[in-house]
């Protein structure tokens, strides 16, 4: 079955233009999160779903960093004004349910902030 | 404070050698550890999830295992397509973190011919 989709899967934006990140998770997930990967770091969690609410917003690591998610299915990371140290890989996973069940990543947006 | 720890950062093998990835942890209550393979420019692959102490999961050539404080990935006979990042990965099952991931800065394998 199809997995994660993210779009788009690069984006170049200027400093201090606000930015849009879109994550399909696989169908009948019910969770889903993003996460961050910037160069020689580790992967840090941003935010994470349970259907349209998010009970764990505590990695978004400014108030221009903000997620939606709506009917359940598709999810928008918004980052406002943008920061060249905003750029990094974000990654949206997704998870039948929350816990301990296993996140399944899509393939990422590159974001450079210029 | 980081809460996963991987050794070592790069590991070169020759291809048949066989070795093993360490992943070290520090959550108080551990869910789940997780091991994800990420090639360049692609997200992370789910390889295993172990749950509990002395559980071993295999897939072809990789085998993880799991105790109280630490996780292996060992590697066995690699081939150069085995090359890539692995990823450790914990959730804790304490507080309000439920679902959160913590990861490693992973371990580069690369195996040559």
């Known amino acids: 079955g199809a997995g994660v989709s993210q779009s788009p899967s690069n984006k170049v934006t200027e400093k201090g233009k606000d930015v849009e990140l879109r994550c399909d998770p696989i169908?009948?997930?019910?969770?889903l999160y993003w996460y961050r990967q910037s160069l020689g770091q580790g992967l840090e969690f941003l935010i994470y779903f349970q259907g349209n609410s998010a009970p764990d917003k505590s990695g978004l690591p400014s108030d221009r960093f903000s997620a939606e998610r709506t009917g359940g299915s598709v999810s928008t990371l918004t980052i406002q004004r943008t920061q060249q140290e905003d750029s990094a890989v974000y990654l949206c996973?997704?998870?039948?349910?929350?816990?301990?069940?296993?996140?399944?990543f899509g393939p990422g947006t590159r974001l450079t902030v210029l | 404070e980081d809460q996963v720890t991987q050794s070592p950062e790069a590991l070169r093998l020759q291809e048949g050698e066989s070795s093993s990835l360490n992943c070290s942890y520090t959550?108080?209550?551990?869910?789940?550890l997780f091991w994800y393979r990420q090639d360049p420019g692609k997200g992370p692959e789910f390889l295993f999830t172990l749950y509990s102490a002395g559980e071993e999961k295999e897939k072809e050539r990789l085998k993880a295992t799991l105790t109280k404080k630490e996780s292996f990935l060992h590697i066995t006979a690699p081939k150069p397509e085995d090359s890539a990042t692995y990823l450790c990965?914990?959730?804790?099952?304490?507080?309000?973190?439920?679902?959160?991931?913590?990861f490693g800065r992973g371990t580069q394998l690369t195996v040559w011919p």
């Open positions: 990965a914990v959730q804790d099952g304490r507080g309000s973190t439920l679902g959160r991931l913590y």
């Open positions: 996973a997704s998870s039948l349910l929350s816990g301990e069940d296993t996140q399944y």
């Open positions: 169908s009948g997930h019910t969770a």
């Open positions: 959550v108080s209550g551990l869910r789940g």
